[in-house]
């Protein structure tokens, strides 16, 4: 079976653009997480979504960042515009419900 | 002060060593418990849940303290493989599927 897909697997981009992650999750998992990692702060929650509704975006850092999920299967993080400060490795996991989260493989971001 | 907090590490053990990694938490509510291992540059992975009976798989042992908001993680009979974070996780209530990191521990077995 195919875990959580995310895309891409790393991301250089120039301070000022706009990045777009993007997640698949495991087909019937009906909650999708977004987390952000760094050395100094760890594992992040950024936001959740329960039947592709956000339920908690209490950790999007500012109005730079929005996240979607228009539908089961697909979801997406964007940062406009991006700043050094979001360089991290952002992980997309999904979970059935209350369950065991299954993590992507990542995507490392570099902003410049 | 951080709702999950771990000890940074790291602890370097050889092979065949018994050794234990201890985690708090702030938060009285919370509802479950578990440890994660994450290798380097690699995803987060379940290791175990944690039971306030305390449970085991195989060389772990995990266990749980309600009363001092403590959680602990002892791995028998070390092995290279071992070597990796450990991520001590807590669900901080019944209506919420968020889970709450620990910043890890790094596990460093040498031969």
């Known amino acids: 079976d195919a875990g959580v897909i995310q895309s891409p697997r790393h991301e250089v981009t120039e301070m000022g653009q706009e990045v777009t992650l993007r997640c698949k999750p495991i087909?019937?998992?009906?909650?999708l997480f977004w987390y952000r990692q760094t050395m100094m702060r760890g594992l992040e929650l950024l936001i959740y979504?329960?039947?592709?509704?956000?339920?908690?975006d209490s950790g999007m850092p500012e109005d730079r960042f929005s996240a979607k999920m228009p539908n089961a299967s697909f979801s997406t993080l964007k940062i406009q515009p991006s700043e050094p400060r979001d360089s991290a490795v952002y992980f997309c996991?999904?979970?059935?419900?209350?369950?065991?989260?299954?993590f992507g493989p990542g995507t490392r971001l570099t902003v410049t | 002060r951080k709702e999950v907090e771990q000890d940074p590490g790291p602890f370097n053990v050889p092979e065949g060593a018994t050794v234990a990694f201890n985690c708090t938490y702030s938060?009285?509510?919370?509802?479950?418990f578990f440890w994660y291992r994450q290798d380097c540059r690699k995803e987060p992975k379940l290791l175990m849940s944690?039971?306030?009976s305390g449970n085991e798989d195989g060389r772990f042992t995990a266990q749980l303290n309600r009363a001092s908001q403590y959680i602990s993680l002892l791995i028998r009979d070390s092995k290279l493989s071992d070597s990796a974070t450990y991520l001590c996780?807590?669900?901080?209530?019944?209506?919420?599927?968020?889970?709450?990191f620990g910043t890890g521990t790094r596990l460093q077995v040498f031969p």
């Open positions: 996991a999904s979970s059935l419900g209350a369950d065991e989260q299954y």
């Open positions: 979504f329960n039947n592709n509704v956000p339920i908690d």
């Open positions: 938060n009285s509510a919370s509802q479950s």
């Open positions: 996780v807590v669900r901080p209530s019944y209506n919420t599927d968020k889970l709450i």
């Open positions: 944690v039971y306030s």
């Open positions: 087909s019937g998992h009906n909650s």
